[in-house]
């Protein structure tokens, strides 16, 4: 296979240009067979313009990470924790060649003298790529793009949360109320927001701001707005903040962030705290109790004291909606709180809890819609 690549790659470089389909049956000896003619024809496109090897576990139904530790050792997770693969690579040059092609393909540089990428490829995949010697073998990391809408009724019959805490999220989202969902990597936040971004009534405007696309929601009104990285010169970059100033020119009746994760924290909770009301965005947190500090600390690269953030979050911000990943893979709703301000800190009491039923603040959360 690495022989035909070359040879339709050098070929597709002469000019006149032919079409790929021609290249390949030329160059496999005119390949007449239907079937392995589409095959090959697969295995060519994806070595030349997609992951290669990797593509087919890419396409593989419910995979959402993709992984390259060495030339032997590929692995990837479909929901239930790591898998390993069958594809083997033929060597570290191999995989580096992936690795800086894909780079490219995202406008990015990969090489010894940037020897890590961080970067979303055309289809949004996003991609993360690390060369030796910062890494004993070239490490690919692969996060693929959700493809399917989730509503809050497939959550609940998926086990994600109950019937009667699916109801109250719907009703907390139907009542503008600003919230953050929280939990680790691979815990469902974005799953989850998709879900309840498909309860807001279809009249109002969403503007989502992500890093990259992946917020499947099912609405017939949401404007995207996707950050941009630095090209291979180094320039052209646009961030989260740049975004969240240009959405708040865009008529919008909520705002939603794909995930909070620096300096740009400051200008959404300003929006929300100026008539935006029903706001949205996610957070890397281990718990809801480390809400709190982890709002302090991306207040702090953005210049402002903790006192400041509090305020700025207490006024902003009503519920938290903490989900955590089980030790087979399940993700689940784990808790449910407000947030309030007190003296100079910020305070998480919690409503609800996998574990424990209602909270010290159920009927507080319950007024927030009328629900008591």
Known sequence: ????????????????????????RAESSGIVDDTVFARLRREVAAELHGA???EPLLELPGVTDV??????EVWLDRGAGMERAAVRFAGEGEVRRLAQRLAAAAGRRLDDAQPF?????????????VLPPLVPSTAISLRVLARRRH?????VAGGALPDVVAELLSWLVRARTALVVTGGTGSGKTTLLGALLGEVPPAERLLVIEDAPELVVAHRHVVRLVTRGANVEGSGAVGLRELVREALRMRPDRLVVGEFRGAEVVELLV???????????????????????????????????APAVTSLVASALRVVVHLRRGA????AVAEIALLARVGDE?????????????????????ALVGAQ
Request: charged share 20%.
């Open 52 to 54: 290669g090897p990797l």
């Open 1 to 24: 296979m690495s022989d035909l690549v070359e040879r339709v790659r050098h070929r597709l470089a002469d000019p006149p240009s032919v079409e790929l389909d021609e290249l390949v």
């Open 67 to 72: 992984l390259v530790n060495a030339p032997t």
């Open 271 to 305: 929006a929300l705290n100026t008539g935006h009301e029903g706001g949205a965005a996610t957070l890397h947190a281990n718990s809801a109790a480390d809400v709190p500090a982890r709002f302090a600390a991306l207040g702090a690269l953005a210049g402002l004291p």
């Open 328 to 331: 087979g893979g399940r993700r």
């Open 346 to 366: 910020l305070s998480v009491r919690s409503a609800w809890s996998a574990q424990s039923g209602d909270g010290p603040a159920a009927g507080e959360l319950r």
């Open 117 to 129: 990428v961080d970067a979303v490829l055309p289809d949004g995949t996003r991609l993360h790529a």
């Open 151 to 155: 509503s809050l009724a497939s959550l």
